[in-house]
């Protein structure tokens, strides 16, 4: 059985940091496709960030202030975010496509950390 495990999030300040991580446990052969996500209330779920093998992209509204990366070895994700907004307040997700066999990939998911910006 494969799970993302998700960490880092909390209550801060307007112009504060934090940094979410996103652990991948289970029998893994290799991961790609990662991404971060989130959810305000009342809206739908959007795109954060992705990495890509051999590139990032960023949602406009957090470009320049947030950064995506990963640490191989541990199976691990994170979204280092700087400058933080009130507006950047959301359950935040990540995700990954996940090689679990030889040829079979799934589509996965964490369970959401809280991040909530205040005034």
């Known amino acids: 059985q494969v799970q993302l495990v998700e960490s880092g999030g909390g209550l801060v300040q307007a112009g504060g940091s934090l940094r979410l991580s996103c652990a991948a446990s289970?029998?893994?052969?290799?991961?790609?496709?990662q991404g971060w996500y989130r959810q305000a209330p009342g809206k739908q779920r959007e795109l954060v960030a992705l990495?890509?093998?051999?590139?990032?992209n960023y949602a406009d509204s957090v470009k320049g202030r947030f950064t995506i990366s990963r640490d191989n070895a541990k199976k691990t994700l994170y979204l280092q975010m700087n400058s933080l907004k009130p507006e950047d307040t959301a359950v935040y997700y990540c995700?990954?496509?996940?090689?679990?066999?030889?040829?079979?990939?799934?589509?996965?998911w964490g369970q959401g950390t809280q991040v909530t910006v205040s005034s």
């Open positions: 995700n990954a496509r996940l090689l679990i066999s030889s040829g079979r990939f799934v589509d996965s």
């Open positions: 289970g029998n893994i052969f290799s991961i790609n496709g």
């Open positions: 990495l890509a093998s051999s590139s990032t």
